[in-house]
């Protein structure tokens, strides 16, 4: 189906679409043709970022093709950094200002992430989480939630919102209706959560309540099933959820935006453009075209879904028309909430200093009387690293051996993942113990209560060491094993540095 049979039909259509692209110094053509074309959103992600300086660039030659265009970035800060992947964020994630809990702090560094954004010429930022990682073992949430209690998630989805929002940037709270319940990464998977309407209604919806009396104008949907609201349909494509819930019960009458619609939860069942046609029919406005899903065929196949949709009367025009009413009216409104706010310089250490406010120290030192802490040597760290989810940037560095060498230049360290430990424990007593024979050993895990290998090989290090230091980078487990064991709540650059202060005693 050409463009040109329907040209009003299809600037609708392209109109509720933000997609990804491509490129680092400008606009491509297909993206300007687009634009043209009705297309009102774009979204960044890290293979669009090189420096500050570049970004302002190429948001603004976006901007020259249309002044109210949205350019939104998925920016958690914490593990989940674009603006950041390539040298790891320097200020830390959710979980860790929720473990500190100080809403003051949370809004001062959601702030200097929104200073930071609108100096790049970002006007919409999809963040925070307000998701409440009621389930430890969740794969795909953990530490981009504020925790495990409704009243600190909530307290902290506000007080981010807050922040953001004065920095110039508009924020959208995700992934609605509550995402921490779950046990499948949608990235892969249709998760499913459990309880019935009035236990989800408790555990998970106050943050979102809290974000929208926080000035929120934007929420973006959970690819996940929720039987006690809709038995068959997941909630980006549930009138229910969306309509019914959201906006009837709830109240909200902002952007309602989908998470990645290329993601397995959907577009494994119903394809990536019969997915965009539910979730707009089902009440959504928007629909994000993430991952690698960044070219012109995608967003023709998208724009031709929503227009066929409209001929053949599976979704009304009137639905269409009131999704793009509602997204030109973001992008006004974001706009100018951009405008009353000047770009600001100004460098803040905010984010290190709430990253260490966040490390939390327990000493075990009965059972290793031979251990020392702080550190007064030089000691050799193994660093055990797991595959992340696609929410994470797999190539953002992260842990505490490299700040720990700035510090200590003669610190050893090696890092060994899932794939190298298949063989067994020789490979441990090569690598992790033999260099560390006479003298100290750090043992540096993230969210090792999600990986058996991961809790395995800590085991059998801590065993043969007990004098070992554990460091956690990711979410806590009951059991702290070592003879002193430290928890950063998140992986970020100045959590490593956090981290290393602690451990030779400099903070």
Known sequence: MESSSHPELTRLANSVLQPGFVGTTAAPDWLRRKIAEGLTSVVL?????ETPEQVATLTASLRAENPDLIIAIDEEAGDVTRIEARTGASRPGNLALGTVDDVDLTEQVARDIGRELHNAGISLNYAPSADVNSNPMNPVIGVRSFGMR???????????????QSAGVAACAKHFPGHGDTAVDSHHGLPRVPGTAE???RTAFPPFIAAME??????????????????????????????????GELGFNGMVVTDGIEMGAVADRY???????????GGVDAVCVGGESASDSIVDLLSGALVRGVLDGTLPEERLAEASGRVQEFARWSGKLSQTVK??????????????????????????????????????????????????????PWGVADPLRALRPGVTSVRLGEAELAD?????????????????????VRDAARHRWMSD????????????????????????????????????RVSGIAAAEVLVGAN
Request: aromatic share 2%; net charge neutral; no cysteine.
């Open 45 to 49: 992600f890290g293979r669009n970022i």
């Open 150 to 164: 409704t009243d600190v998630a909530a307290r902290h989805t506000a007080a981010w919102i807050r922040g953001l």
């Open 199 to 201: 236990e989800v209604a």
């Open 214 to 247: 926080a000035g929120v104008r934007t929420v973006m949907t959970a690819h996940l099933l929720v039987p006690a609201y809709d038995t068959e349909l997941p909630a980006t494509l549930s009138h229910r959820i969306l309509v019914e819930l959201l906006r």
């Open 271 to 281: 394809g990536i453009d019969g997915a965009t046609l539910r979730a707009v029919a």
């Open 343 to 396: 770009r600001d310089g100004q460098k803040s250490d905010i984010g290190l200093v709430a990253a260490r406010r966040a490390v939390r120290v327990r000493r075990n030192l009965d059972g290793a009387p031979n251990a020392t802490f702080p550190l007064v040597e030089d000691p050799h760290v193994v660093e055990l690293s797991p595959t992340m989810n696609l929410a994470i940037d797999g190539s953002t």
């Open 424 to 444: 067994g424990e020789d490979l441990l007593n090569r690598v992790a113990l033999t260099p560390a024979a006479g003298r100290a050993l750090v043992v540096v």
């Open 457 to 492: 090989a800590l085991a059998s290090l801590v065993r043969s060491r007990p004098d070992a230091l554990v460091v956690e980078m990711g979410v806590p487990a009951n059991d702290r094993q070592g003879a002193v064991h430290l928890t950063t709540h998140g992986a970020t």
